[in-house]
């Protein structure tokens, strides 16, 4: 949900010009939004604050570079995505090893699959390969071409097809382990 109009350019003049209290305002108010999003792209809730945070601070380093003839929500994803992504890059060097098939969710509860909630998802995809849960947040959420993901990482075509390939493998396994796990 976005600021009322005249509401949300009040803010953001204010943000500009330096206002604590009108930056608060505005991360608050975008909080969750914003969470959701760094929250498929990282494994978990601390490295997604980090990110949450650093795309904040971009947004008020950057907001003078904001046009208000644009969505400021749309403007805001996209600065959380490229964050994300960078955060990524910076990380990519420390491998996640995680063995699928022994992969176990003891916390889980007995859920249909039509019953499966926001965190259950959350976790099926923090279990899947950095690398691979960039490229598939990337294409599968954003919407993303295969060519523009390759750009964005540095990767070619054909690896972010395979990428994502490899997490859509990834999380059958993990979907199959997680309800088998749920119904014993």
Known sequence: MELEGYNQE???????????ASQRQLYMHYYSYAMSICLRYTNNKET?????????LKVFQN??????????????????????????????KY????????????????KAVDN????DILT???????????????????G??????????????GTSRSYLKRAKEKL???YKNYFSDAHE
């Open 124 to 142: 099926l995809l923090r279990n899947v390969p950095a690398t691979h849960r960039v490229v598939f947040n990337l294409y599968e959420m954003e």
């Open 63 to 92: 907001l003078k570079k904001y046009d208000p003839s644009y969505s400021f929500k749309s403007w805001l994803r996209k600065i959380i995505i490229n964050t994300a992504i960078d955060h990524y890059r910076k990380n990519s």
């Open 172 to 174: 059958r396994i993990l």
């Open 48 to 56: 997604s604050e980090e990110v949450l945070n650093d795309s904040f």
């Open 116 to 119: 499966l909630m926001t965190e």
């Open 10 to 20: 009040k803010i953001i003049k204010e943000c500009k010009r330096g206002n604590i």
């Open 144 to 157: 993303y071409s295969h060519k523009e993901i390759a750009a964005l990482l540095g990767i070619t075509d």
């Open 95 to 110: 491998p996640e090893l995680i063995d699928y098939h022994t992969q176990r969710f003891h916390n889980c509860k007995n």
